[in-house]
């Protein structure tokens, strides 16, 4: 036999074997979840839609059951479809789908540090210091929330500048959400009309509107690729890289400005806590982890409880039966004269089943944000290797039929009992849940019961196009869901 033949035979064999004790290896540890076949490469793009994964998966899930697997591009997820099989891996095995998986746009902005993306000792530690650090400052306490009262008288009196004429609300919105975790994480808050501020929103606002892009969705699935392509996901990295420059200037300014013993806010915070760990050689807390994690607090105390107040404008000023009883409940336990408080709400059920049901309706994140198991995983009838990436379907909870009488509708009912009090419901999750549930769900909360109450308090929402028209169906990105562009016309009370 020619010397080449028999080498060939022999890496046939050598290959063989490999591949069967790999295969011996994962059915002793058991069987891995089931999913469509894979194309190499591209896995399973061919049945999935970038621009609906939510659907897709939905679809998928009502052939393979709650547990299944997808190949995104060349990388291995498996997706948890339905209320238990969330909890059961979320809560009952939570340090097990503890890890943040990052997706590859994830990892291009965020490079792997930072609160959302990080892992291991790095998260734990930095996660642990922003909770207990954005307490000291306020978070969930009574000094937050006067901020948030005096932020939204600001709101309230811009709007009355309007003079009732019709404008897209958005802008308004994101500015006073913004200022809030300005004030916690900067320092200070910043004037509606200060350039630099001014800017540093039209870069945030100009990246929701390019994740609806199809080349920023392809970007996870083909980073490799689309990294030497022009296209809108150039431009969604470039304002990144400026919104990251906007807080590194001022992490630099706070290093110059610094007074030890009396810390402005988070940074300072932070930069005191770099200090404690100078000898520590394998401490978390540097310059490069600040940066991530103050750009992770901002970005979030930013972006998602703004757009919720979006959703909102547009969900009630196309119901305007639902606005009135919320204005009713608003006068009778508030009233015209004082700033609501986040005490009011355990008195206002028909207002709190409406907040409730805006962020079940909208569904923000439905994917949920990828996270991994830190070690090889049995769940259920299934073994999960270490490092597979997890996609907790938020979607496939907060919209159960089994839970929210017909959910693709938008009905406050879902959050009510017959007698009108407040229904609580498990499956409520919108900031998801377990370990990695979101650090800001308290600010996040207060946030939207007090902007929202003090705007119906003073406003009658009215439309500039026929009801009927108005289209409230959140618009599917990559990772979350976006409102339609809208204007509203805001008449003084």
């Known amino acids: 036999m020619e010397p080449l033949g028999m080498t060939s035979i022999l890496l046939l064999i050598c290959i063989s074997c490999l591949l069967f004790a790999t295969w011996r290896s994962r059915s002793q540890k058991g069987k891995e979840p089931p999913g469509p076949m894979a194309l190499p490469l591209i896995g399973n793009l061919l049945q999935l839609n970038p621009r609906d994964l939510p659907e897709s998966l939905k679809q998928l899930s009502e052939k393979y059951g709650p547990v299944f697997s997808v190949r995104l591009g060349p990388k291995k997820a498996v997706v ?53 650090t954005l307490r000291d400052f306020g978070m969930g306490k009574k000094g937050i929330e006067e901020r948030i009262q005096e932020e939204a008288h600001f709101l309230v009196e811009r709007i009355k500048n309007t003079h009732e004429r019709p404008f897209n609300p958005g802008n308004f919105l994101i500015h006073a959400v913004s200022n809030i975790i300005c004030s916690i994480v900067f320092g200070d808050r910043f004037d509606y009309e200060d350039k630099k501020f001014l800017d540093l929103i039209d870069w945030i606002q100009e990246n929701n509107r390019l994740q609806t892009n199809i080349q920023v969705q392809l970007y996870n699935f083909f980073p490799t690729v689309m990294d030497y392509l022009p296209g809108p996901h150039k431009q969604l990295i470039e304002n990144f890289e400026r919104v990251d420059k906007f807080t590194t200037d001022i992490i630099k300014e706070h290093q110059k400005t610094l007074d030890p013993t009396c810390p402005r806010d988070f940074i300072d915070a932070f930069l005191n806590k770099m200090e404690q760990e100078k000898g520590n050689d394998d401490t978390k807390f540097t310059v490069e982890t600040l940066s991530r994690t103050t750009l992770d607090l901002f970005l979030a105390g930013t972006g998602t409880t703004s757009l919720t107040l979006r959703f909102a404008m547009l969900i009630l000023h196309k119901y305007p039966e639902i606005t009135e009883k919320m204005q009713k409940e608003i006068d009778t ?46 769940f259920r009838d299934y073994f999960i290797p270490k490092g597979t990436m997890i996609i907790p379907m938020l979607s496939s909870v907060l919209y159960d039929s089994k839970e929210f009488t017909n959910p693709e509708k938008f009905d406050p009912g879902h959050f009510l009992n017959a007698n009108g009090t407040f229904k609580k419901s498990e499956h409520f999750m919108p900031f998801s849940t377990g370990k990695r549930i979101c650090a800001g769900e308290g600010l996040a909360r207060m946030e939207i019961f007090i902007f929202l109450t003090s705007i119906l308090q003073n406003f009658t929402l009215k439309p500039v196009i026929d009801r009927k028209d108005i289209n409230i169906i959140p618009v599917t990105t990559s990772l979350a869901r976006m409102p339609a562009d809208h204007e509203i016309s805001f008449v003084p009370r």
Not at 92 to 113: A, H, N, V
């Open 80 to 132: 948890l479809y339905g209320y238990d099989v969330v909890k059961e891996a979320l809560v009952d095995q939570g340090d097990d789908f503890s890890g943040r998986e990052i997706l590859p746009l994830l990892e291009k902005l965020f490079q792997g540090t930072g609160i959302v993306t990080s892992n291991g000792e790095t998260w734990k530690q930095l996660r642990r210091f922003a909770i207990t």
């Open 333 to 378: 336990v508030i009233g015209r004269d004082r700033s609501p408080r986040m005490s009011d709400r355990s008195q206002m059920p028909y207002t709190d089943a409406v907040i409730h049901e805006i962020q079940r309706y909208i569904d923000f994140l439905p994917l949920n944000v990828p996270h991994a198991v830190i070690r090889d995983t049995k």
